[in-house]
């Protein structure tokens, strides 16, 4: 296998020069930098973390924290991350954080206090105050994707904006008595984000006069818990709404599966909308506002690496776009179809 050494040969250039050239630390010209890839792509020369970090004083490596990896969100948002880091030579070690648990706490007070790591992305995590806390005692850079942004540089959509808009569409449809599924109401385990696509629907519902309407109703963030919360909404037709938003398509795929089994047409009796697109969104043709957590990831590891170069510069919140993307799960209010089911709007 070849050494430092032979690629310097090779390049007709010091240890030191063809070191600087491949790890980018000091001054190099173009020519030579090129010079030296050129004779490391030719001699198959990849170099060792340790040999790295020697000459830089970094691990090349990122922490990844996130709850969970079985939520489409998550898995997504890693592959970026993954690719991004690829890409530019960086290792990834992931912890994982589920809420409440004994693996978080090992993780915070343990794992991360080891700090094999040049900093961290945390995706969708909500650190307690301790926590938080804990997380700047580090001195690492850290960069959140979907969740709190106290003092970090972060990447998003604009969660509220989302629900807001989720919200005036089915308004503008003719909709009145509409629905929000998905969360806990008393935001215990309600993230970050879902707590703003609330916020975004209820500020929609105030700002049309319907406040007196609008109804959260609890739900887990999944297809289940969607299909269980959207069973009990919508199965007695006397208070049934005529539209819901989803806080998440995973939620609003299960409430379309509710109203189906309940005989509930859609869009003619339900119009459902949701937040992310989905990878099922398609296929129920789905109305949803659209994300892309796999750009999401590679925007945080371009933003922690810049803080890596420049730990003094100011700190940004990338808001990315989620433009909405209208299918067939959302129709104008049909009066005869709601006189059928006996709705009152």
Known sequence: MAGIADVAHAAGVSKSTASRALTGAGYVSDETRARVQKAATALGYVPTTSAVSLVTGRTQTIGVVMPTLDRWFFAHVLEGIQDALLERRYDLALYGAPPESEARREMFEHFLARKR??????????????????????????????????????????????????????????????????????????????????????????????????????????????????????????????????????????????????GIRVPDQLSVVGIDDHAYAEMFSLTTLQQKPHQQGRAAVQLLLWQLDDPDAPTHRIYEASPLIVRSSTAAIDDDASAIVGVGR
């Open 117 to 262: 790591f040049d900093g961290l992305i945390a995706v969708g995590i909500e650190p307690s105050a301790h926590e938080l806390e804990r997380l700047v005692a580090f001195g690492k850079p850290v960069v959140s994707v979907g969740g709190y942004d106290v003092g970090t540089n972060a990447v998003s959509i604009d969660d509220g904006a989302a629900g807001r808009i989720a919200t005036e569409h089915l308004i503008g449809l003719g909709h009145r008595s509409i629905a929000f599924v998905g969360g806990d109401p008393d935001g215990r385990r309600t993230s970050y984000g879902d707590r703003q696509r609330v916020d975004g629907y209820l500020a929609a519902m105030r700002d049309a006069g319907l406040q007196a309407s609008a109804a959260h109703v609890p739900a887990q963030v999944s297809m289940p818990g969607g299909y269980s919360a959207a069973v009990d909404l919508l199965g007695d037709r006397r208070t049934r709404p005529t539209a819901l938003v989803g806080v998440c398509d995973e939620v609003a795929v299960g409430a379309i599966i509710a109203a189906r089994r309940l």
